[in-house]
């Protein structure tokens, strides 16, 4: 339950105008380099030999770059409200560990009843094989009763023994699973469980039963939100018909000591397409798809 409740904060977390594309995304580059390097070089027209040792160069640069995209065939919007979707579906998913946790933990209750029910018939099975065993051993040793009544005995009560033993380890495992269940520190804490009845309610209505499982059966809803989801999917590949369009600017600052000029910076817009190419294969495809439709 924990993992499907950390499950539905992510896809909460997730559903975010950013993560869906609406915002503008912003790069940071930054870079430095220094060199340490002894020189030595000769005149030509004297022949003298100048040497510069320990010379230090440096070069720094600092970059920004911004990236909107401002159109790409409503797949920003498609995508945000599939996030917004997946944000539903985890809830779902969180009521629907709930709700089998709840139904297996009745379940187990029931069970554990149940066990305890057949483990005091046995109980009372051994007790009626024995006495039976002792009345016809004492039968076999007057005479009344042959040799194989009193072996028939015994074997009727090591049989109801056997199932008596049996049915304590089930009773036992029950026990351990309904403590597990109910994260109890120690799985072999005795129970106290008294049993109860149902009372069943006369009035329902088979109609009224169906329409609010319909309406609030959890698995119902998830299988509605997965065909959602699938739609979503489809309005996403149809995107791929529309242009896109994208905003870029970007600037850059290059500084180095061993020029001497001030730091260069460069502004760089850029509003074009993602790619001309795909942009007019696009429109070519979409106004193809259109002349095909309007064939008879």
């Not at 529309?242 to 910076?265: G, R």
């Amino acid at each position: 339950m924990q993992i499907t409740h950390n499950q539905e904060q992510i896809s909460k977390n997730n559903a975010t105008l950013a993560n869906a594309g609406y915002l503008p995304t912003l790069d940071f580059s930054a870079g430095y380099k220094g060199n340490l390097d002894n020189i030595e070089s000769k005149s030509r027209a004297t022949g003298e030999i100048i040497k510069n040792n320990g010379v230090y160069d440096q070069t720094a640069n600092v970059g920004l770059n911004l990236n909107w995209t401002i159109f790409d065939g409503f797949n920003i919007s498609t995508t945000y409200k599939q996030l917004k979707e997946l944000e539903r579906q985890g809830e779902t998913n969180t009521r629907i560990a709930i709700e089998d946790f709840i139904a297996t933990l009745a379940s187990e209750y029931y069970n554990y009843l149940q066990q305890e029910i057949r483990l005091k018939n046995l109980r009372y099975a051994v007790t009626l094989s024995k006495e039976r065993m002792r009345i016809v051993e004492e039968r076999y040793h007057i005479g009344s009763f042959s040799r194989l009544d009193y072996q028939q005995a015994k074997v009727d009560f090591n049989a109801d023994s056997a199932q008596y033993m049996k049915q304590q380890e089930l009773l036992h495992s029950s026990r351990i699973h309904l403590n597990e269940l109910m994260a109890n520190e120690s799985v072999n804490q005795p129970l106290l469980i008294t049993d109860s009845v149902i009372d069943v309610n006369a009035q329902l209505i088979y109609d009224d039963l169906w329409t609010a499982t319909l309406a609030t059966n959890a698995n119902l809803l998830k299988a509605d939100q997965n065909i959602t989801l699938s739609q979503l999917d489809y309005k996403k590949i149809n995107s791929r018909n529309y242009p896109y369009l994208k905003l870029n600017t970007a600037t850059d600052i290059h500084s180095t000591n061993t020029i001497s000029t001030p730091p260069v910076a460069a502004v760089i817009w850029d509003l074009t397409p993602e790619s001309p190419s795909d942009l007019i294969f696009s429109m070519a495809t979409a106004a193809g798809r259109r002349t095909t439709r309007a064939l008879p």
